[in-house]
T-cell receptor
Framework: SAVISQKPSRDICQRGTSLTIQCQVDSQVTMMFWYRQQPGQSLTLIAT?????????ESGFVIDKFPISRPNLTFSTLTVSNMSPEDSSIYLC??????????????FGPGTRLTVT | DAKTTQPNSMESNEEEPVHLPCNHS???????IHWYRQLPSQGPEYVIHGLTSNVNNRMASLAIAEDRKSSTLILHRATLRDAAVYYC????????????FGKGTKLSVKP
C-alpha cells in the first residue's frame, strides 16, 4: 500500500487568487491522479499527472485553470487558478502502480477542502 | 466508458451480512470490476476488485455473475464503521488506470 499526504488539508481563499495543493507519497508510484469532489457529489477526475511531461486533462478541465506539476515519482502539485466560488470543493490525489493499471488498486489522499469566498 | 448502476442507498443491521449489488450490462472483456468506499470526511478507500472469478479479502467478498453483467459486494458482518458510500467502478484494461466514479450506494448501518 501507499501512504499519501496532502497539504494544505483545508483553506479558505478569496476569489481571483490561486492555491497550490501538494501531494506527497511515501514510495515511488507509476501513476498519479487528481480528482475533484464538489459538495454532496461523487468524484470527478481532473487529470493524470505525468512525470516529466504535461498532464493529461479530462474533458472540461484545462491546463490554464488547473496547472499540474509532477517533478518526480513521489510528488505532484495541483494549482487552482483565478478561483471563483464554484471551485469550492474537495481536491484529492490518488496513486496507482503498474504495469497493468486497471488490475491494481488505487490509494487516495485525505483530500484538501477548499472554500472560495 | 462502461457504466454501472447501483441503488442510491441501503440499510443494514450491525453484525448482519450486507449484499451491495451493481449492474454493468455493457461491460467489456477487459474491464476490471473495482469497489471503493468513502467514509465521511475521508478519501475513497480500496475495497476489492476482480475480473471474472469471485474474490475474497479481509474486508469483503466480490461475487461476479457468470456473464459479468452484474456483481455483488458482500460484507460478511457489517459494523458501524462500514457506514459509507460504496462505489462500483469498471476499470478498462487498456486505460491508464483512471477511475470513473458514479454516484455509489450510501450504506447505513443500524446498531
Amino acid at each position: 500500500s501507499a501512504v499519501i499526504s496532502q497539504k494544505p488539508s483545508r483553506d479558505i481563499c478569496q476569489r481571483g487568487t490561486s492555491l497550490t495543493i501538494q501531494c506527497q507519497v511515501d514510495s515511488q508510484v507509476t501513476m498519479m491522479f487528481w480528482y475533484r469532489q464538489q459538495p454532496g457529489q461523487s468524484l470527478t477526475l481532473i487529470a493524470t499527472a505525468n512525470q516529466g511531461s504535461e498532464a493529461t486533462y479530462e474533458s472540461g478541465f484545462v491546463i490554464d485553470k488547473f496547472p499540474i506539476s509532477r517533478p518526480n515519482l513521489t510528488f505532484s502539485t495541483l494549482t487552482v487558478s483565478n478561483m471563483s466560488p464554484e471551485d469550492s470543493s474537495i481536491y484529492l490525489c490518488s496513486v496507482a502502480q503498474g504495469p497493468h493499471y486497471a488490475s491494481y488498486e488505487q490509494y487516495f489522499g485525505p483530500g484538501t477542502r477548499l472554500t472560495v469566498t | 466508458d462502461a457504466k454501472t448502476t447501483q441503488p442510491n442507498s441501503m440499510e443494514s443491521n450491525e453484525e448482519e451480512p450486507v449484499h451491495l449489488p451493481c449492474n454493468h450490462s455493457t461491460i467489456s472483456g477487459t474491464d476490471y470490476i473495482h469497489w471503493y468506499r468513502q467514509l465521511p470526511s475521508q478519501g475513497p478507500e480500496y475495497v476489492i476488485h476482480g475480473l471474472t472469478s469471485n474474490v475474497n479479502n479481509r474486508m469483503a467478498s466480490l461475487a461476479i455473475a457468470e456473464d459479468r453483467k452484474s456483481s455483488t459486494l458482500i460484507l460478511h458482518r457489517a459494523t458501524l464503521r462500514d457506514a459509507a458510500v460504496y462505489y462500483c467502478i469498471l476499470n478498462y484494461g487498456g486505460s491508464q488506470g483512471n477511475l470513473i466514479f458514479g454516484k455509489g450506494t450510501k450504506l447505513s448501518v443500524k446498531p
